[in-house]
């Protein structure tokens, strides 16, 4: 376009030199779009941070189980190779009572019949 000196710009210059710039509402438009896509790329980019975040908290917390199940079993094993020997002997004392029962019980039933003979050896007298 011509540029003339020393003359007012008249509408219809400023219109034709203006048609190549947006206008107000083109901007608000594109700024409504982009602010659109910006908040969406903002989403998904906040839920690839939340997944890898997920996954490495799970990977911690596998890591952490496995731990808890080996000093579990440690902890098992030990228990079981101290309390082994503790029941051995539990069992075998109460093996050893019932022997001693029945002894008694034997023993018992000895001293009545002796009673008895006695009885009957103090009756025949």
Do not use: C
């Not at 020393?6 to 190549?20: G, M, R, S, W």
């Not at 839920?47 to 975040?53: D, H, P, T, Y």
């Not at 079981?80 to 008694?104: H, N, W, Y």
């Amino acid at each position: 376009m011509k540029q003339k000196t020393d003359t007012p710009v008249t509408k219809k210059e400023v219109t034709e030199i203006l048609q190549d710039y947006p206008a107000k509402t083109d901007l608000k438009e594109e700024l409504k779009h982009s602010e659109d896509r910006s908040e969406k790329k903002f989403k998904k980019l906040l839920q690839k941070s939340i997944e890898a975040f997920r996954r490495e908290m799970d990977h911690k917390l596998e890591i952490i189980d496995e731990r808890w199940e080996r000093r579990f079993t440690t902890f098992e094993s030990r228990l079981v190779t101290l309390i082994d020997p503790l029941l051995q002997e539990i069992k075998t004392r109460q093996q050893e009572r019932e022997v001693v029962a029945g002894q008694i019980s034997r023993v018992e039933e000895d001293i009545d019949n002796l009673k008895k003979k006695v009885t009957k050896l103090e009756h025949a007298s």
